[in-house]
C-alpha cells in the first residue's frame, strides 16, 4: 500500500500571490484581463504585492458555505517576473469536502466501491490549470507537478516543479527542432505512434510557432536518413508546411545509436543564430557510453538542448516499463526534458498542447524550486511511481533527471486533522519559489480548474476520513450524514484499516 506522506489538505487550496504586480508584458497594463481576477493586492513595493504565506483566499477561519455546497479552489494567480527576481507563491485556504474531491489518492486499486460523486485524482488536481492572458489570447491549460530532488530519508525535501505555459509569440526565441526517430526492428509495432509524435510536433510548431523556426526529421537504425529539413510557415496548413504525408515510417535493421545522436546534434547545431533541441524518440534498453555522453553535454554547454521520449512498445502485459536510466542519463546531460508515450494522446499533450512547455521553458532559463513547510518536512515528500500516463507530460522544468511523483495520502486520520475539542484544522501554507534567469517577463495569470472523473476504493476510504474532519469542524448535519455514509461504504467495501474508520464512527456519535 502506498498511502503516505503527504497531508491531503495541502492540495485543494487556494494559490494566491502577487496579487498587486503589473502583469502587462509591456510595463503597462494590469492584471485584470483574466477572469477571476479579483483586484490589486498588497501595496508595499515588494515583488510579491505585500502577500504572505498566511494571506489570501476569503479571508476567514471557518469553513464557508461553497465548502459545504462542494466547492473549492476558484482560482489560482500568479504574478509575472523579471530576470533574476524571486516570487513567492502561498497555498493555503481550508480542508473541506472539495479536499476529498481534488486531492484524492491517485492509487490503482480494484474499485470494489464507487461512489456517485465527481472526483478529480490528485495528480489532476496538480496537473491541470486553465491559462489566460491579460491580452485574451487562446492559451493551453497549464501544467503543475512536483518532483523529488534527492532522497526524502536522507533529510533532503526540495522538489522541483514542472510548470507548462504557453508562450506568446513575440517572447520565445526561434527554434531549430531535430526530431530523432527510432526505427529499428524493436519499434516495428510502434511506428504509428512515432508518426503521430511528428504530427503533434509539427501542430506544436505552428500553434507556437515564430519566424526562424524549423523541424528536421531523422530516422535511425543501422543508419541515419534525413526525412525532413524544413522551416516552418505558420500560415501553410496544420503542418506548417512540412510535407508531412511523404514521410513513410518503415523499420530497418540494426541500431547504430551512437552514430545517430551524434547526426542529430550536429543537424540541431545553427552556430548560435537559433536555438537548437533534439528530441530523441526510442524504447530505450540502450547501453550509453560516456564518451557520448560527454558529446551531449558539450553540446548543451553550447545551446543545443537533447530531451527523450521513450515509446511505451507493446508487450503482452501492457505498455513497456519506463526506462528511468535511459531517459534520465540523456536528459540529464543534455538538460533537457523526459517524457514517457505511452499512446498517440501522450504525444499530443506533450509536443501539441503543451509545446511552449516542451520547447519554450527551456530557452528562458526557469528555475523552480518547492519550499516545504514544516508539517510536511515532518511527514516526508510523497512516494515515487513510475510509467503513469494521467496528466500531462509537458516539459520538466530543471533538471531531466526528476521522476514524476504520485501523491498519496498517509492512512492514520490523526495526520490529516486534529480531533480535539475546539481545535482548528492544520492549516499549512506552502511556499513556491520561482526564479528566472531569462530576459523575458512571463505574464501568468488566472488558473481556474478543470475536472476528471475517477474513483476508487483507497480514495472513496480518503474521502472518508476528510468528510469526517470537516463534520467534526462545522457539525452540519449534512456533513455528518455525509461523512457516515462515506465511512459505511468503505467499512463495506475494501476496508483498508478498519480500526481507525471505527474511531472516526465513534468520533462522529460523540458530536450528533
Excluded at 283 to 289: A, C, F, H, K
Aim: charged residues 20%.
Amino acid at each position: 500500500m502506498i498511502l503516505r506522506s503527504i497531508p491531503i489538505i495541502l492540495l485543494a487550496l487556494p494559490l494566491m500571490a502577487c496579487d498587486g504586480m503589473d502583469l502587462g508584458p509591456d510595463g503597462g497594463d494590469e492584471a485584470g484581463g483574466g477572469p477571476g481576477y479579483t483586484g490589486p493586492g498588497g501595496d508595499d513595493g515588494t515583488l510579491n504585492g505585500g502577500s504572505t504565506a498566511a494571506s489570501g483566499g476569503d479571508g476567514q477561519d471557518t469553513p464557508t458555505a461553497d465548502m459545504n455546497d462542494g466547492g473549492g479552489p476558484q482560482s489560482i494567480q500568479a504574478c509575472e517576473y523579471a530576470p533574476g527576481s524571486k516570487v513567492d507563491i502561498s497555498l493555503h485556504g481550508h480542508p473541506s469536502m472539495a479536499a476529498a474531491q481534488y486531492a484524492r489518492a491517485a492509487l490503482l486499486s480494484d474499485a470494489h466501491v464507487v461512489p456517485a460523486t465527481e472526483l478529480i485524482r490528485s495528480e489532476d488536481f496538480l496537473a491541470y490549470y486553465g491559462l489566460t492572458f491579460h491580452e485574451g489570447l487562446p492559451i493551453d491549460p497549464v501544467s503543475l507537478r512536483w518532483y523529488q530532488v534527492g532522497k526524502a530519508e536522507a533529510g533532503n525535501v526540495d522538489a522541483a516543479m514542472e510548470l507548462d505555459f504557453g508562450t506568446l509569440p513575440r517572447t520565445r526565441e526561434p527554434l531549430r527542432v531535430v526530431l530523432l526517430l527510432d526505427v529499428s526492428q524493436s519499434l516495428s509495432q510502434s511506428l504509428d505512434l512515432e508518426m503521430a509524435t511528428l504530427r503533434s510536433l509539427a501542430k506544436g510548431f505552428v500553434t507556437d510557432g515564430v519566424p526562424g523556426d524549423s523541424l528536421a526529421v531523422l530516422t535511425f537504425a543501422g543508419d541515419v536518413k534525413t526525412e525532413i529539413d524544413a522551416g516552418i510557415d505558420g500560415n501553410a496548413g496544420e503542418y506548417g508546411g512540412l510535407p508531412i504525408d511523404t514521410v513513410a515510417l518503415a523499420p530497418r535493421s540494426g541500431n547504430d545509436f551512437k552514430s545517430a545522436v551524434s547526426a542529430a546534434l550536429t543537424a540541431a547545431d545553427t552556430g548560435g543564430s537559433v536555438l537548437g533541441h533534439v528530441l530523441l524518440v526510442s524504447d530505450g534498453g540502450t547501453t550509453i557510453q560516456e564518451k557520448l555522453l560527454s558529446e551531449i553535454r558539450s553540446a548543451a554547454s553550447k545551446g543545443t538542448r537533447f530531451s527523450v521520449a521513450q515509446i511505451g512498445v507493446p508487450l503482452p502485459t501492457g505498455p513497456a516499463p519506463i526506462d528511468l536510466e535511459f531517459l534520465d542519463q540523456l536528459a540529464a546531460a543534455g538538460r533537457g526534458a523526459t517524457y514517457y508515450l505511452g499512446g498517440p494522446i501522450d504525444a499530443t499533450r506533450a509536443f501539441e498542447q503543451r509545446f511552449g512547455a516542451s520547447f519554450g521553458v527551456h530557452a528562458r532559463g526557469v528555475v523552480a524550486h518547492i519550499e516545504l513547510p514544516p508539517f510536511l518536512q515532518a511527514v516526508g515528500l510523497p512516494e515515487q511511481g513510475v510509467g503513469m500516463n494521467s496528466g500531462p507530460l509537458g516539459g520538466v522544468v530543471g533538471s531531466g533527471t526528476l521522476t514524476p511523483l504520485r501523491l498519496g495520502m498517509r492512512a492514520g486520520c490523526t495526520t490529516i486533522f486534529d480531533v480535539t475539542e475546539n481545535s482548528d484544522l492544520p492549516v499549512e501554507p506552502f511556499k513556491i519559489s520561482i526564479e528566472s534567469t531569462s530576459g523575458e517577463l512571463l505574464p501568468l495569470t488566472e488558473f481556474p480548474f478543470v475536472g476528471t472523473r475517477g474513483a476508487d476504493a483507497v480514495s472513496v476510504r480518503n474521502d472518508a476520513i476528510l468528510a469526517t474532519a470537516l463534520a467534526i469542524r462545522s457539525k452540519n448535519p449534512v456533513d455528518i450524514e455525509r461523512a457516515r455514509e462515506l465511512l459505511g461504504l468503505t467499512m463495506n467495501g475494501n476496508c483498508l484499516g478498519c480500526d481507525d474508520l471505527m474511531e472516526l464512527m465513534s468520533l462522529l456519535e460523540r458530536i450528533e
